[in-house]
């Protein structure tokens, strides 16, 4: 929920800013603070007097949530920086921002669990929670770009073909609702 808040937060002073004409401030002070977010980070976790492994991160420690937020605060102001010198917003972002709540979901559904058991066939289930950092970057990697084009096809399906794109998300509805009805 944390994401949730920070987003809506985000957008309402993005929007003050721009109203205020000072948005190109409000970027820049939106990237220094994800920068600084990134820093403390490592900071924390490499000083020397107190050894915490890297491994032993959960995604619901305060810690990794503000690197995590710092990561994606920074990604938004370079996005939108770039978006100001070249004019126009790179279509493939549009697209995959477009959907990004049913890519949410789904990331989530993949990593944490899907509709079998408590756990289902979930990444988290199948593949532990000890990896090493190569690892969890090639699994994030394909994930990430799993989810991109999950994004484009429903993006492409939603635009060329809508009638077959809302039987579809009818159908999900229909199958969620006689999941959580049914389920044992």
Known sequence: MAYVWLGASFSWLWQKSRQAAVETRFFRLLFA?????????????????????LGSFNPARPLFFFLKLGLVVMLLSYLWRREQKTGNRP????????????????????????????YGCSLNYLIGATRSWAEVAAMATALALAMI????????????KPLWARRLFLTFLIFLAAWLAFRK
């Open 149 to 160: 084009l999950f994004a484009l096809g429903w993006h492409w399906l939603k635009k060329n």
């Open 33 to 53: 603070g994800g920068a600084a977010l990134v820093a403390v980070f490592f900071i924390i976790v490499l000083q020397p007097q107190v050894h915490i492994p």
């Open 91 to 118: 279509a493939l972002v549009t697209a995959v921002g477009q959907e990004s709540l049913p890519v949410y979901a789904l990331h989530i559904a993949v990593i944490y669990g899907g509709f079998r058991g408590p």
